[in-house]
């Protein structure tokens, strides 16, 4: 066990595996964003709200999402899985805390272990070799994305809490049910209590999405994307971020910033942009009354 174990760590540090070297050439031939094209997607860490403003002073309160050493682990292709896919891993783990079977998948990727993997379908014009690092800059500032995240756990909670519901009256003899469901069933015919019932129950915990949240700023030193409004999750919480699946062709982002870095943004590219790049909002000054 120790010598396989070495012997795995060892691969950890050699780079890509012989087998990877082939597709690695094949793979990373030119391609060109379309409107069609679907590019990965990354996983980013809430770090959690902040506001901005923009130049006409107007509040906009936004998310931070970190990229902690995001990497491609895997390719799925569609002659052996049927569908083409990244597997996409986020965050560097320890060895030791990881399972002999995860020790062999990250070694021959050529990547050190993840705490987070996740799949992420892609074109066939998409894909990406085994090892590259997405980063911030994959996503464009003015652009729209998808966050999906388990929403914050609430525990045990009763159905006014967990449904909504308006409660028992609070005068006219009501006597310690104020906050009861009332009635979950009906007389003798069905007899019974219908599945699907709302009643109290587990809250939060569950995944969620929010579509077609607006990114708002991009920090390069960081790797760092400000999105407007709410992700769902507690801080520090693994989150799925790829491009906006309702904003398709040209209305994913702003005409000045397209086509998309397509399948993903260079490292050279990245080094000569600045830090931050900040999403331009235009229209008016919505402070001055029109006449």
């Given at each position: 066990m120790a010598?396989?174990?070495?012997?795995?760590?060892?691969?950890?540090?050699?780079?890509?595996?012989?087998?990877?070297?082939?597709?690695?050439?094949?793979?990373?031939?030119?391609?060109?964003w379309t409107h069609k094209s679907?590019?990965?997607?990354?996983?980013?860490?809430?770090?959690?709200?902040?506001?901005?403003?923009?130049?006409?002073?107007v509040r906009i309160p936004v998310t931070v999402l970190q990229l902690e050493q995001c990497q491609v682990v895997q390719v799925l292709n569609e002659e052996t899985?049927?569908?083409?896919?990244?597997?996409?891993?986020?965050?560097?783990?320890?060895?030791?805390?990881?399972?002999?079977?995860?020790?062999?998948?990250?070694?021959?990727?050529?990547?050190?272990?993840?705490r987070k993997l996740v799949e992420f379908e892609v074109t066939p014009d998409a894909v990406l070799p085994v090892g590259t690092e997405l980063v911030a800059s994959h996503f464009v500032p003015g652009q729209f994305v998808d966050c999906s995240a388990p929403t914050?756990?609430?525990?045990?909670?009763?159905?006014?809490?967990?449904?909504?519901?308006?409660?028992?009256?609070?005068?006219h003899g009501t006597s310690l049910t104020h906050r009861s469901l009332g009635s979950t069933g009906q007389r003798k015919d069905p007899g019974k209590v219908f599945k699907g019932k709302k009643m109290a129950g587990?809250?939060?915990?569950?995944?969620?999405?929010?579509?077609?949240?607006?990114?708002?700023?991009?920090d390069n030193d960081l790797n760092l994307i400000y999105v407007k409004g709410a992700v769902p999750g507690v801080d520090d919480q693994f989150v799925k971020v790829r491009d906006a699946i309702k904003k398709r062709g040209d209305k994913i982002a702003p005409a000045d910033v397209l086509p998309l870095p397509f399948p993903t943004i260079q490292p050279?590219?990245?080094?000569?942009?600045?830090?931050?790049?900040?999403a331009k909002t235009g229209g008016s000054d919505p402070y001055v009354m029109q006449e």
């Open positions: 010598s396989l174990l070495s012997s795995v760590r060892a691969g950890l540090r050699t780079g890509l595996p012989v087998e990877c070297r082939s597709f690695v050439t094949s793979a990373t031939q030119p391609a060109t679907l590019r990965t997607g990354v996983i980013a860490r809430k770090k959690g709200m902040t506001a901005m403003w923009d130049e006409w002073g899985h049927g569908y083409t896919a990244l597997q996409i891993g986020s965050t560097d783990r320890t060895p030791k805390n990881v399972t002999m079977p995860m020790l062999g998948h990250f070694a021959k990727a050529g990547v050190e272990p993840k914050m756990g609430k525990g045990f909670q009763g159905a006014m809490k967990r449904h909504g519901f308006g409660g028992q009256p609070a005068t587990r809250m939060g915990g569950e995944q969620a999405t929010v579509q077609s949240l607006k990114v708002m700023k991009i050279e590219a990245v080094k000569a942009m600045p830090r931050e790049l900040v």
